[in-house]
């Protein structure tokens, strides 16, 4: 029977954990500074000097300390029409700010405390066509995996190929091309599953409802994109979000908790939309749930940086044993790093 969730009751100051944070441009990466934050105990004496003193000049302890730790980021892109022009049945070429080159993306590994992390081909930019994330993969042994998007009659010969090479897992964006087109992918599914290679859905508002007997029927490993980006105006009762707790416990499938900006319709810090992260979190447990940055943010509705969204996801999940294993355990057990 599905667990009903809900924590409507949340209101946005427990949300963030009444953290406030103060970005600010800094390095050549914009690294955030963080302002005083608001105490997290009741020891109303020891908190007094710090409230005393000006914004900016106390920094909170937990929140530093999770920009340093060790991270794996389960979902970014690498972006570069220069090195690897778009492919001429394309639908979108991402420029300005939405390019992401693998030497840039580096830097903002060092920068943030990424130690591996998880490309996913950009299904609108790149399509078929896996060769820039594949020589990212080659120039970076170990350091990466990829996920690939394929046609539904890819051979598992291709698919073991790919395996070698890193890939750990096959998108399937029903968000951008309609869940009609995977409804029928059983073979592809079975194939997947022989490899033991992910089968990554990402869905929108009430799609998963049409894939759920194609996920129930079928056997590989299942990754959910984005926290299933839910419609946040129907609710966590919604039907679509409750098939999504009612795949908890099922031992093959994971949730990323990531792409807040993707479903929510406010601006930063998307408060509608963290509720289902938390409720995700609560059913999958941290064992089952990993984040991704979407850096370099294809089609922003507004400016992105990703010390926003790492002390965005700080604030939502302050337990320090919770933040180890989504961002480091976790990843590093399902995608199978070594270091």
Known sequence: MTTILDYTGLSRRSLLKKGSVVLTAGAALSMPILSQAASRNSTQSADKEDADQSPGTVMDSQLLSLFSQPKIDCHHHIIDPVRY????????????????????????????????????????????????????????????????VVPNDVSSETLAQYKVQGVVGVALNAALLGPERFLKIDALMGRLAELDLYAQVQVKDDQLLALLPLLQRTRPRVLIDHSGRPDVGAGLQQPAFQALLSLAGNGRTFVKLSGLSQYSRESYPYTDAQPYQLALLEAFTAENCVWGTDWPFLRARQNMELGTVLTNFGEMFPNASDRQKILWETPKRLFGFTA
């Not at 998880?118 to 996920?147: E, F, M, W």
């Open 85 to 148: 022009p778009y492919p001429a049945d394309s639908t979108y070429h991402p420029a300005g700010n939405e390019l992401g080159p693998a030497a840039y993306y580096e830097q903002v590994m060092q920068a943030y405390g990424i130690c591996h992390s998880v490309i996913v081909q950009p299904t609108s930019a790149y399509a078929y066509d896996n060769s820039c994330l594949l020589d990212t993969l080659a120039r970076n042994k170990g350091r990466h995996k990829g996920v690939v």
